[in-house]
C-alpha cells in the first residue's frame, strides 16, 4: 500500500490516526495522548493497541471482542472511510482535485487487482466531473434545452441527493415544503406512509404531485382513519391522480399507525426519505416545530433499505385496503371517519376493515386441525386472556369446518352475556360474508329457525326442557361454549349434559372451574391452544405492561415444599407475622406507582389469613383496600367489591383464588405478586387480569416482590413466556435488560432481586445438567407415573431441547444413567456414537418422516417392505445421514438396507429414538398441507429439516457419496430444481443492521430474497431466476430463524415450498420479490416478517 500511495506524485508517510476520548467522531484525526474513558465501538488500530497497552490492569477494564464475519465489512469500511477523508480533505484545502482524483485511481486498481467484484472501469475519470443528471430530451421544458444547469438547478432540493439532514423547523430552515416539492419534480416513483391526510396540507403539494402523475410515474399512499383526523376530500383528491395508489387502515383501534415518512425513489439509485414527526397539514409542512431527518441511499442505504422493506410490508398487508372514488369505497370511509369521531359503533354493525387471523391466531386455528387430523380430538379448549380474539378463532375455525358440508354446518354459540353475543354473531357474519347468519336468543329476541343459534346461558337454562323435548342431540354440529370455567355452575352443565356436536369448541381465561377444579377433563385433559401474551400485545390486543421485579425481604429457601409448590401454610407464618416485608410493599408503591392512592389494583396473597392481613395494613396506611377469599365472603359482597375497584372506590383487592366469578376487571391497572407463583399456567392468568384494554390507562404496572427462591422453584418459565418467541436464552436476556420484549413493555429489576433471579435461573434451567439429574432421581417421589421421556418433560416443564442442549455425552438414557436410575448399558463404539447423535433427531417435526422412523425402529414391519414404500428410500436415506452423518461405503455397509438393519438391531439406540418420537410427534402443531411439485418428495410443507435431509430427499446425497454444498443456493440439474437456503437472522449478533433486511417476509405471500452478490439480471443466474416460469425450473424456498438455537444446536430450516418470481431491484446482489405458493405459517411469521408488528 505504501508503493501505492507513493506512485500517486506524493509519498504519505506520516500516519494517520483515529481520535480516541470523549470527543470520537468520524471527522477528528488529531492524537490524544491520553485515552478517554468510556465505550467505544472502533476497530484496533496498532496505535490504538499501543495506547491500550500502557494503561494499569489494576485501574481500567478492558473490553474488547472477535470482529464478527459479517460486520467485518462494515467496520473496515467505515475505518478506510475515515481515513480516505481525512487524507482528500486535506488535498481539498490545497484545492488539489487531480491528486485526489490520483490517489482515489490508485486504490481502486489495487482493490481489482485483488478482488474481482469491481467491475472493469471502476476508477475515476480525470477531468473531475460530477454527473448531475441523463434526462430525455423530449420531457425538458422548451427553457431547459438552452440551459440545462439552470433547469436542474429550479428543481432539485436545495439538500443535495446524497446529502442527509435535519429539519427542525428553525428560523434558518430550509422550507420542508420547498424541498419536498422539488423532491417530487425529480423522483420516479414516490411512497408516502402517513397518520392522516389533510386538505390543508395536501393541498401545498397537490400540483407537483399532479405534475408527477401526470407524466406516469407510481404513486402510493398509506393512511388510517386514526382519530378521524383524515379528512375524505384530500384523500378523494388524491386518488384522483392518474395512477395514484391508496390504501387505508380502517382498524383504527388496533393499528393506530403514528408514522410520517416520504419516500422518493429514482431510477439512478439517488433516493431519498424524509422520516420524522409531519402528517400531510399545513402546520407540519410549515409553520410547525416538526421535525424530520432526510435521509439518502448514499449516506445510509440500510434506513432507506429497511424503510422500503417496512412499507412494503405495509402495503402488503391485510390492515390496509385498497381505497378508489368509486361510491362504495366514499360512503365506506365516510362511515369510519364518522364513527371514529363519533367514537360509537352502530349496534350489531359489521366492521369497517376486513377480518382476517393474526399469525397467533393461525398458529391456533393450526393446533385445533392437528388436534383432529392426527390425534382425534374434536372436544377442544382454547385458553386465552380476555380480549385477544377468542371469538374470531372460533369463527374462523367454523368456516374451516363448514368447507366439508354443502350447506352451513348447524352451529350453537353459548355466552352469559348479550354484547358478547351481538358482537360473536357479528363477527361470524362478517368472516363468513352472510349478513344475514345467525339468530339471537336473549332478552326479548327469539330465534325462529334455530339452525345458528346465538344463545345466552341463562335462557338456555330458562328454556331446558324445550331444548330437550325439541332439538336432538346431536342437531348441531359444532358447539362453542365462551367463558367456558363456568361448567360447575348449574346453568352451564346441562348444555354439555345434552348435546353431542362433532366439535365442541371451548373459550376460556383459565382452564380453572369457579369452584377451582379443572374443567381439562371435559376436554380429552387437553388444551388444544394458547394465545401467547407477547404477540397479543404487539398486535394492540392488550395493553404493554412495565415489570418491576423488587427485593422481597423474605428468604423462601427455609420455606417447606409440598406438592410441587410453597407450602401455604408456612408462606402465612412468614408473611403474616413480617411487618418489614408489609413496609417493603408500602414503599414500592410510593416509589413505583404514580398516584398510589388512586391505583385500581389486584394483590395475589397466599391464604385467605394473608390477604385478610394485607388488606387490613393497607388500610391502616390510609389506602382503600379489601379482600377476596372463598369462605370468608359472600357472593354479594364480592360483586360490591368488584364494582367499587372498577369506580375507583376501592383501589387495593387482594385475593387468593382469582378464579372467583367477576375478578376479571378491565380498569385494573395495577398487579401485585405478593407470593411466588409456583404454576406458570396460574401466572399468565393472573397476568391477563391486568392486560385488558379499558381507555383509563396506557400500561399494566406489575410490582413482583422476589425473595431467595428454593432450588425447585423456577423463574425461568415465567420470564419465557414475558419474552415471547427469541432466538437467546432466558439468561442471556436478563443480563442483556430484557432488549427484545414485545413493543412498550419493559422489565426492571432491583440489584438484589436480580441477583437472586438470575442465580436461579443458572441453577435450574435445563442448562445445568445437574439439576436435570436431580430432576430424574426424585421423579418418583413426585409421581406415579411411569418415568419416561414424555411424562417427565410433562411433569417437570422441561422443554426437549434441555435434554439434548449439548452435542456431546447427553441425551436421554446419558441423563439416566448419572441419576442412577439406569444400570450403564454396554455399548459398542458405534451405537454410542450413534446415540450421542440423536439429538438431531430431537428437532424434527415432519410427522410423515417421524413416522417412517417409528416404523424402523418398532421392528414390526420388514425393512425391505418400508424401503419399498413411496419414497421410503427417500426417508430411509435421510434417516441414514441423520445419524450416520456419513456415506455408507466409509462405514464399510453394503447398502441402506444394512445400515436400516444395523441401526434397528442396537437396543439402546432403538430404546432412545422410540422415546423422542413420541414426544416430537406429541409436539406437532401444523396440520399437513397439500405440496404439489412435478415430481414425488419425502418433505411436507411447513416442517423442519436439517440441510443433510433436504439433500438427501432430492438426491444431492446418495449412499455412496455426499458432495459438499456450502453456499446458500443448490440447483438440481435432474429435477430442474433450485434450492433456496435462508437464515432470516445472520450476523453473530441477535441485532444486525446491516445483515437483517436482506431477506424477510414481505406478506403472508410474498418473499424478499437478496441473491448472491455475482448475480445480476443480465448474468445467466438471474436470467433463470426471472425466466424459470419460462425455463420450467421449480425454486423451493427453505427458512430458518438463525445459525443456532438458544441451546447452541444447530437450526433445521422449514420448508415453504414453491415460489413465483414477482419483481426484482438492484444488481450484485439482486433484490427479488418471490410468491409463495402456500402461504406462510404462523408460527414463522414473528421471526420472518421483521418490518410487521406482532
Not at 430552515?173 to 417530487?184: F, P, Q
Not at 409448590?565 to 413496609?583: C, F, I, K, W
Not at 416430537?920 to 411447513?942: D, F, K
Amino acid at each position: 500500500m505504501a508503493a501505492l500511495l507513493r506512485s500517486t506524485g506524493r509519498a504519505y508517510s506520516k500516519s494517520i490516526h483515529i481520535a480516541l476520548g470523549t470527543r470520537i467522531c468520524a471527522h477528528s484525526y488529531s492524537i490524544h495522548t491520553v485515552l478517554e474513558t468510556g465505550h467505544y465501538e472502533t476497530l484496533v488500530t496498532q496505535q490504538l493497541r499501543g495506547q491500550l497497552a500502557t494503561l494499569e490492569t489494576a485501574v481500567y477494564a478492558i473490553a474488547e471482542k472477535n470482529l464478527g464475519a459479517d460486520d467485518a465489512a462494515v467496520f473496515i469500511t467505515r475505518h478506510l472511510t475515515q481515513l480516505l477523508g481525512s487524507v482528500l480533505g486535506q488535498l481539498a484545502k490545497n484545492e488539489e482535485v487531480g491528486e485526489q482524483l490520483a490517489l482515489a485511481n490508485g486504490i481502486i486498481v489495487y482493490l481489482q487487482e485483488k478482488s474481482d467484484v469491481l467491475a472493469a472501469g471502476s476508477h475515476l475519470a480525470p477531468e473531475g466531473q460530477l454527473l448531475r443528471a441523463v434526462l430525455p430530451r423530449l420531457q425538458l421544458p422548451l427553457a431547459a434545452q438552452g440551459d440545462l444547469g439552470k433547469h436542474l438547478d429550479g428543481i432539485e432540493p436545495a439538500l443535495r441527493f446524497s446529502q442527509s439532514d435535519l429539519f427542525s423547523g428553525g428560523n434558518s430552515e430550509l422550507s420542508l415544503e420547498a424541498e419536498l416539492k422539488k423532491e417530487i419534480a425529480t423522483a420516479d416513483r414516490i411512497d408516502f406512509i402517513v397518520s392522516f391526510v389533510k386538505w390543508s396540507g395536501l393541498r401545498l403539494l397537490l400540483p407537483a404531485l399532479r405534475a408527477f402523475a401526470e407524466q406516469g410515474k407510481p404513486l402510493r399512499l398509506l393512511t388510517t382513519t386514526y382519530m378521524g383526523a383524515t379528512e375524505q376530500k384530500a384523500v378523494d383528491a388524491l386518488a384522483a391522480l392518474p395512477g395514484a395508489e391508496l390504501r387505508i387502515s380502517y382498524n383504527a383501534e388496533h393499528e393506530r399507525l403514528h408514522a410520517k415518512a416520504y419516500l422518493f425513489s429514482r431510477n439512478s439509485g439517488f433516493d431519498t426519505a424524509y422520516i420524522g414527526s409531519s402528517n400531510m397539514s399545513r402546520s407540519a409542512l410549515t409553520s410547525g416545530l416538526e421535525w424530520n431527518v432526510k435521509v439518502t441511499a448514499q449516506d445510509n442505504v440500510a434506513i432507506l433499505n429497511k424503510f422500503r422493506g417496512t412499507f412494503e410490508t405495509y402495503w402488503n398487508s391485510p390492515e390496509f385496503e385498497e381505497y378508489s372514488s368509486l361510491p362504495e369505497q366514499r360512503l365506506k370511509l365516510a362511515r369510519a371517519l364518522r364513527q371514529e369521531n363519533s367514537g360509537a359503533a352502530e349496534p350489531d354493525s359489521l366492521p369497517n376493515f376486513r377480518i382476517r387471523p393474526f399469525p397467533y391466531q393461525q398458529e391456533i386455528l393450526d393446533r385445533l386441525a392437528v388436534e383432529r387430523s392426527l390425534r382425534g380430538h374434536f372436544r377442544n379448549l382454547v385458553v386465552a386472556a380476555t380480549g385477544t380474539g377468542k371469538t374470531v378463532v372460533s369463527a374462523f375455525d367454523y368456516a374451516r369446518f363448514a368447507k366439508q358440508f354443502t350447506t352451513l354446518p348447524r352451529l350453537l354459540f353459548v355466552a352469559h352475556r348479550e354484547e358478547i353475543l351481538r358482537q360473536a354473531r357479528a363477527t361470524f357474519r362478517h368472516i363468513l360474508g352472510e349478513a344475514n347468519f345467525g339468530e339471537l336468543w336473549v332478552g326479548t329476541e327469539q330465534p325462529v329457525q334455530f339452525e345458528y343459534l346465538f344463545v345466552s346461558v341463562q335462557t338456555f337454562a330458562s328454556r331446558l326442557d324445550f331444548f330437550q323435548q325439541t332439538i336432538p342431540q346431536d342437531y348441531y354440529h359444532y358447539l362453542v361454549i365462551d367463558e367456558v370455567h363456568h361448567l360447575a355452575a348449574a346453568s352451564y352443565r346441562p348444555i354439555l349434559a345434552w348435546f353431542q356436536p362433532t366439535i365442541l369448541l371451548g373459550l376460556t381465561a383459565t382452564p380453572e372451574r369457579a369452584d377451582g377444579e379443572s374443567i381439562l377433563p371435559d376436554f380429552d385433559n387437553t388444551i388444544a391452544a394458547e394465545i401467547r401474551l407477547p404477540e397479543a400485545i404487539a398486535r394492540g390486543l392488550l395493553v404493554p405492561f412495565q415489570y418491576f421485579c423488587i427485593t422481597d425481604p423474605v428468604d423462601y429457601r427455609n420455606v417447606r415444599w409440598t406438592n410441587g409448590r410453597y407450602a401455604a401454610e408456612d408462606l402465612t407464618n412468614v408473611y403474616t407475622g413480617n411487618d418489614v416485608r408489609v413496609s417493603a410493599i408500602l414503599e414500592a408503591l410510593q416509589h413505583y406507582l404514580l398516584a398510589p392512592h388512586q391505583a385500581r389494583a389486584l394483590g395475589f396473597c397466599a391464604t385467605r389469613e394473608h390477604a385478610r392481613l394485607m388488606a387490613a395494613k393497607f388500610q391502616a396506611a390510609g389506602l382503600n383496600a379489601s379482600y377476596l377469599a372463598s369462605g370468608d365472603t359472600t357472593a354479594e359482597q364480592r360483586r360490591a367489591a368488584v364494582a367499587q375497584l372498577r369506580r375507583g372506590e376501592l383501589n387495593y383487592l387482594f385475593v387468593v383464588d382469582i378464579f372467583n366469578e367477576g375478578v376479571d376487571i378491565p380498569e385494573v391497572d395495577t398487579l401485585l405478586f405478593l407470593r411466588p407463583t409456583e404454576s406458570l399456567t396460574v401466572f399468565l392468568q393472573q397476568l391477563g387480569r391486568g392486560l385488558r384494554l379499558h381507555e383509563s390507562k396506557e400500561c399494566l404496572t406489575v410490582l413482583d416482590f422476589v425473595g431467595q427462591a428454593r432450588q425447585e422453584y423456577s423463574y425461568e418459565q415465567k420470564f419465557r413466556a414475558l419474552l415471547g418467541r427469541t432466538g437467546g436464552s432466558v439468561l442471556s436476556e436478563a443480563e442483556a435488560g430484557f432488549p427484545r420484549l414485545p413493543v412498550g413493555c419493559s422489565i426492571q429489576m432491583e440489584r438484589e432481586a436480580m441477583k437472586f433471579i438470575l442465580d436461579n435461573i443458572r441453577a435450574a434451567t435445563g442448562e445445568n445438567v445437574r439439576v436435570l439429574e436431580r430432576r430424574i432421581r426424585i421423579f418418583p417421589q413426585e409421581s406415579a407415573l411411569p418415568l419416561t421421556l414424555a411424562t417427565f418433560l410433562a411433569h417437570t416443564h422441561f422443554a426437549l431441547v434441555d435434554i439434548y442442549r449439548s452435542r456431546g455425552d447427553r441425551g436421554w438414557t446419558a441423563l439416566k444413567v448419572r441419576a442412577g436410575v439406569l444400570a450403564p448399558p454396554e455399548l459398542a463404539a458405534t451405537e454410542k456414537q450413534l446415540v450421542s447423535s440423536v439429538w438431531r433427531l430431537a428437532q424434527a417435526n415432519g410427522p410423515a418422516f417421524l413416522a417412517f422412523v417409528r416404523r424402523v425402529f418398532e421392528g414390526v414391519e420388514e425393512l425391505p417392505q418400508l424401503l419399498k414404500f413411496p419414497l421410503g428410500s427417500e426417508m430411509g436415506l435421510m434417516l441414514h445421514y441423520l445419524l450416520y452423518q456419513k456415506p455408507g461405503p466409509k462405514l464399510d455397509l453394503d447398502s441402506l438396507l444394512d445400515s436400516l438393519g444395523t441401526l434397528r438391531a442396537m437396543p439402546t439406540l432403538t430404546a432412545e429414538v422410540l422415546e423422542v418420537v413420541e414426544v416430537c410427534e406429541a409436539q406437532i402443531s401444523i396440520p399437513p398441507v397439500a405440496l404439489e411439485l412435478p415430481y414425488p418428495c419425502a418433505l411436507q410443507l411447513h416442517s423442519r429439516y436439517g440441510r443433510d435431509e433436504i439433500l438427501c430427499a432430492f438426491g444431492v446425497w446418495t449412499f455412496e457419496r455426499n458432495p459438499s454444498v456450502r453456499e446458500g443456493v443448490c440447483y438440481i440439474a435432474p429435477l430442474n430444481t433450485e434450492l433456496l437456503f435462508v437464515t432470516l437472522e445472520k450476523s453473530s449478533r441477535n441485532y444486525s443492521p446491516t445483515t437483517l433486511y436482506h431477506d424477510y417476509a414481505i406478506s403472508d405471500t410474498l418473499f424478499h430474497w437478496e441473491s448472491q452478490n455475482s448475480t445480476a439480471e443480465d448474468t445467466p443466474k438471474g436470467i433463470s431466476y426471472i425466466q424459470h416460469q419460462a425455463q420450467g425450473k421449480t425454486i423451493l424456498l427453505f427458512v430458518r430463524e438463525r445459525n443456532q438455537d438458544a441451546a447452541g444446536l444447530t437450526m433445521p430450516y422449514v420448508f415453504l415450498g414453491p415460489v413465483r418470481y414477482v419483481s426484482h431491484k438492484g444488481n450484485r446482489p439482486m433484490a427479488i420479490t418471490w410468491e409463495l405458493a402456500t402461504p406462510l405459517p404462523g408460527f414463522l411469521w414473528h421471526e420472518a416478517g421483521k418490518m410487521a408488528v406482532g
